[in-house]
């Protein structure tokens, strides 16, 4: 028995620290023979020592181990490989991995997280979102442009273009902003915090649009034309890939481009295509257009199906149909469908000319994960932090049962929940910008943020309509959360739907791509390359075997004794991502071995894969972002609220992996090595969750930080300055409501009308006239701010709401 102890002992040490494979025969030839020297020659000894030969002797004679083993597990595997499309093929191959990747290793490099630059804004970047940001912030009113108009107003128009908001990634040398994504960020989520549908109209340009293709693809001739004119906003794009036959599946489209002479015998394309959904595409002069191109007579070459093509169409071209719009949740931004018929368009429209005919799926995967890294992050960030500063200060201003409604238990819970996730979505915000701008163009962190961020918004304003009651729901200029309430599904819909991106991408591109072997393992398959396999083969078991050592020594001890950068808040919380991360790797390793290409569909599991893996990203962009703000303390109930939520969700995620494992012993195992002690996380406390939640409720510099970047202003006539002047007065005005409360409990003063009751106060001495007249200020202002709109029956019957 002891001997089995320190058999399992050695094992784990030797699996532990990676020993090669002749170390570990050497290591466990010596124990055996130290176990015959000590028990003698037996039927025991003979077959441990036949067993151990059997098994050592192939495995280090590679010659051996390939013909004997890999060979099998080559042929095995070789079947289960999932066939893979052009299409998908390109998707994998677009972008690259980054602190995903550590994650996916089970030990993260955490010098790869603390040496990435701070992300930071130049003063030219600074001075264009204090002036032209601010400005156009200032002329924006989203009930007129909702409601009244279903349209941005002209001088609105004029001055995005004028000031070129439309070309913040186009560089200086094309008359282009040239900003980083940091900054490009910053003003997005901005604008967003003003008006949807201009914080929309600006993003397009600058991600989905044409102007990143032609930066990466575009000909000389193409950039030199286009890139000044879509800068100053002569040229209005929109990018049109999604049709009614082909949504999530947008690589089925069924739009064609026939290549052919036209009656002036010039060689080009006849498209025909049906598109919708096209954001600014009934106002677009440009269009981007995805089609699938063919060359029955061979006019270009050899190949007759060659593939997805993206061209540019003025949409001034013969037989293009372009204005008509969709209403998009009343949301304002223009979207429509557009059509084509017959459209002949020559040769050098495509971008990149003759020359990238075909290449159009993988021009669109490299290109367009800006939208999902940066512009609906930073809408979504923008809604949040919106959301906790105005519903937070509503929620103090509003009083019921004689108290502010934020005081209350229940209201406090999804207030801490409000300022926690936008702790956190900002955190992913600011790390993964600088990530970008540091050159990193990582996919699969790419999708994460998209499904996150816009899913977490969702569930932050969710709350604040909760918190906000009948006045987040009664619409009018007065009610600022209903509309972005209302046009939340648009971002959880647009560029990869967050079902399918948290079900299908995360997790299923996350381990192939960020998995240290499999990518390189599946290339060996492809080229038959049994010799690469095998090494490749061994090292995966290597580090299978690793993980499982890593993960139970990291479970047992809580991971105490593992190394980790922090100080003594952070510490705890670096060295639960390490556990964490082992145990994912672990999981996601032997899902891989046991469901093989069966796991692309099991999305159930697949999403629960992409949870923890998001929570661990998450979580880790937490604590760079605090470390990079120099560990503020009043920072602390966001910074403990956020990592302990989302290290308690992973767990939860990866202990319900463990129910849809296949091998249920083995899943048993696996599940004891890294939870050996149960479930040691909880979610955030009752203390915490109070702390959290008084950060919205008071005027302090902590709230400031972390609404920071948003449009804040303090006119009475806003609907959001109204709440800005009354949160600012009423925070002044509480110590002598404290005084007046004390007083009616000592039955000094009656309750009931607050202007009567101040003026009884102050004839009974209980307050001065300065006291009485701060309380009236704030009484004033809060009526002002909690106010809904009403209509009389002809406005609402005629649709004529007029805005303040
Ligand atoms: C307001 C708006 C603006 C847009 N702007 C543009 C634009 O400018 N240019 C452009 O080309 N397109 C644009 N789109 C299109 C957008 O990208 C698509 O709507 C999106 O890709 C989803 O397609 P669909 O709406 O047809 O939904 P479907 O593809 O029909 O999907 C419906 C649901 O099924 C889920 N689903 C689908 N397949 C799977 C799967 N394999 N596993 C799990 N779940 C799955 C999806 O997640 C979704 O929840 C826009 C759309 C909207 C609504």
């Known amino acids: 028995m002891l001997w089995l102890v320190v058999l399992l002992i050695t094992l784990w040490v030797l699996f532990y620290y990676k020993t090669p494979i002749l170390l570990v025969t050497a290591i466990l030839a010596l124990l055996l023979g130290s176990y015959t020297k000590v028990f003698g020659l037996s039927l025991c000894s003979i077959s441990l020592w036949g067993g151990f030969l059997l098994l050592f002797i192939p495995l280090n004679i590679p010659v051996i181990r390939r013909q004997l083993f890999s060979r099998w597990v080559f042929k095995l595997m070789k079947g289960a490989l999932p066939p893979m499309s052009q299409t998908e093929r390109e998707a994998l191959e677009a972008g690259n991995t980054w602190w995903d990747a550590e994650l996916f290793s089970g030990n993260p490099d955490w010098k790869v997280l603390q040496n990435l630059p701070v992300g930071r804004l130049t003063d030219e970047e600074q001075a264009f979102i204090d002036g032209p940001v601010e400005t156009l912030c200032a002329m924006l009113n989203d009930w007129d442009i909702t409601h009244n108009r279903k349209d941005l107003p002209q001088e609105v128009w004029d001055y995005i273009k004028q000031q070129k908001f439309c070309g913040m990634i186009i560089p200086k040398v094309y008359g282009g902003l040239e900003f980083s994504e940091t900054a490009h960020s910053e003003i997005v989520m901005k604008i967003a915090s003003r008006s949807t549908t201009a914080a929309v109209t600006v993003m397009v340009p600058n991600s989905l649009g044409p102007a990143k293709l032609l930066l990466n693809y575009g000909t000389e001739q193409q950039k030199n034309h286009y890139l000044p004119r879509l800068a ?40 025909n295509w049906e598109k919708r959904y096209i954001t600014l595409g009934p106002v677009a002069t440009v269009l981007g257009l995805a089609f699938k191109l063919y060359d029955p007579d061979h006019l270009i070459g050899d190949k007759e199906n060659i593939g997805i093509t993206v061209a540019l169409i003025p949409t001034d071209t013969p037989g293009v149909s372009i204005g008509r719009r969709h209403n998009p949740l009343d949301s304002a931004f223009q979207n429509g469908p557009n059509w084509g018929k017959d459209v002949f368009i020559p040769l050098d429209w495509i971008i ?3 020359e990238q005919v075909g290449n159009g799926w993988k021009m669109l995967m490299q290109c367009l994960t800006t939208g999902r890294t940066v512009s609906l992050p930073a809408l979504s960030v923008g809604a949040a932090k919106f959301t906790c500063r105005n519903t937070g200060a509503y929620a103090r201003i509003r009083k019921q049962f004689n108290l502010p409604i934020g005081e209350f238990e229940g209201i406090e819970e999804p207030l801490a929940r409000m300022a926690g996730e936008t702790y956190i979505l900002d955190a992913a915000r600011k790390v993964t910008n600088a990530a970008l701008d540091n ?115 990291l479970g047992l001890t809580n991971a105490r004794f593992h190394k980790v950068p922090g100080n003594r808040n952070t510490r705890r919380y670096y060295r639960q991502i390490a556990r964490l991360s082992a145990g994912f790797a672990l999981f996601a390793d032997f899902a891989l071995l046991t469901l093989g290409g069966t796991l692309k569909r099991k999305e159930r599991l697949s999403g629960l894969f992409a949870d923890v893996l998001s929570n661990l990203y998450l979580c880790s962009c937490v604590l760079k972002h605090y470390q990079d703000q120099g560990c503020p303390k009043d920072e602390a109930p966001l910074l403990n609220w956020a990592c302990q939520q989302s290290i308690y969700r992973a767990q ?148 004529v709401f007029k805005a303040e």
Request: with cysteine; charged share 20%; net charge neutral.
């Open 232 to 271: 100053n906003g002569d040229e209005i794009p929109a990018f049109a890939l999604t049709g009614p036959q082909a949504g999530s599946d947008a690589s089925a489209m069924p739009d064609t481009g026939i290549v052919c002479y036209n009656q002036d015998k010039v060689l080009g394309i006849r498209l």
């Open 352 to 354: 990149g000319g003759a």
């Open 439 to 553: 050159g990193e163009k990582p996919a699969v962190i790419s999708a994460i943020l998209k499904y996150e961020l816009t899913e977490r918004m969702r569930r932050i304003v969710n709350d604040g309509m909760d918190i906000q009651g009948g006045s987040g729901i009664c619409m009018g200029p007065r009610n600022y959360l209903g509309r972005i309430y209302q046009v939340i599904p648009v971002s959880i819909t647009v560029e990869g739907a967050n079902i399918l991106t948290r079900t299908m991408m995360i997790f299923g591109q996350g381990a192939i791509r960020c998995h240290p072997y499999i990518q390189k393992e599946m290339a060996a398959l492809q080229q038959n390359d049994l010799r690469q396999f095998d090494d490749l083969l061994f090292q995966h078991i290597g580090f299978f075997m690793h993980n499982m050592a890593a993960g139970f020594w």
């Open 652 to 799: 939860q995620s990866l202990r319900a992996v463990f129910w849809k494992m296949p091998l249920r012993p083995l899943a048993w195992i696996l599940r004891s090595l890294v939870f050996p002690t149960g479930k040691p996380y909880a979610p955030p406390g009752d203390l915490l969750i109070h702390k959290a939640a008084s950060l919205l409720l008071a005027d302090t510099p902590v709230r400031d930080r972390l609404t920071h970047g948003i449009y804040i202003n303090s006119k009475t006539g806003d609907a959001t300055g109204r709440i800005e002047v009354a949160f600012k007065a009423v925070l002044a005005a509480a110590p002598v409501e404290a005084k007046i409360r004390l007083a009616q409990k000592q039955k000094q003063l009656s309750k009931g009308d607050p202007f009567k009751m101040l003026a009884e106060a102050l004839a009974k001495g209980i307050i001065t006239q300065e006291e009485a007249e701060l309380c009236a200020t704030a009484e004033q202002a809060r009526l002002a701010a909690i106010s809904v709109d009403d209509f009389s029956a002809e406005e609402l019957m005629g649709n």
